[in-house]
Nanobody, 124 residues
Framework: QVQLVGSGGGLVQAGGSLRLSCAAS????????MGWFRQAPGKEREFVAAISRSGGNTEYADSVKGRFTISRANAKNTVHLQMNSLKPEDTAVYYC?????????????????WGQGTQVTVSS
């Protein structure tokens, strides 16, 4: 079992930045592909970004490419999502996710584990 604890959400003005973090409970963190999803009110959860076990491969939703960067620090069991040039449409609850099998499972939205959400609100 892996516990994922997200943090770093908050209220920011459009054009601003936030950095989300997700800490994992397992010392074998480097065995897991990681990702971030988000869910806005009245909408389905959607993929945001994913990163491979080593950090060598990353994937992004088209809506965040060039603005968001996913990274990981395996020595600290942590994955980050740096969000720049935020827009009101980025407002959502953001969830981190982990999968021991493949990055593709994270990308497909079927990871083994989900973290609790952290709220991001972008004002116009």
């Amino acid at each position: 079992q892996v516990q994922l604890v997200g943090s770093g959400g908050g209220l920011v003005q459009a054009g601003g930045s936030l950095r989300l973090s997700c800490a994992a409970s397992r010392r074998t963190f480097s065995n897991y592909a990681m990702g971030w999803f988000r869910q806005a009110p009245g909408k389905e959860r959607e993929f945001v970004a994913a990163i491979s076990r080593s950090g060598g491969n990353t994937e992004y939703a088209d809506s965040v490419k060039g603005r968001f960067t996913i990274s990981r620090a395996n020595a600290k069991n942590t994955v980050h999502l740096q969000m720049n040039s935020l827009k009101p449409e980025d407002t959502a609850v953001y969830y981190c996710a982990a999968d021991e099998t493949a990055l593709s499972r994270v990308r497909a939205g079927v990871p083994d584990y989900w973290g609790q959400g952290t709220q991001v609100t972008v004002s116009s």
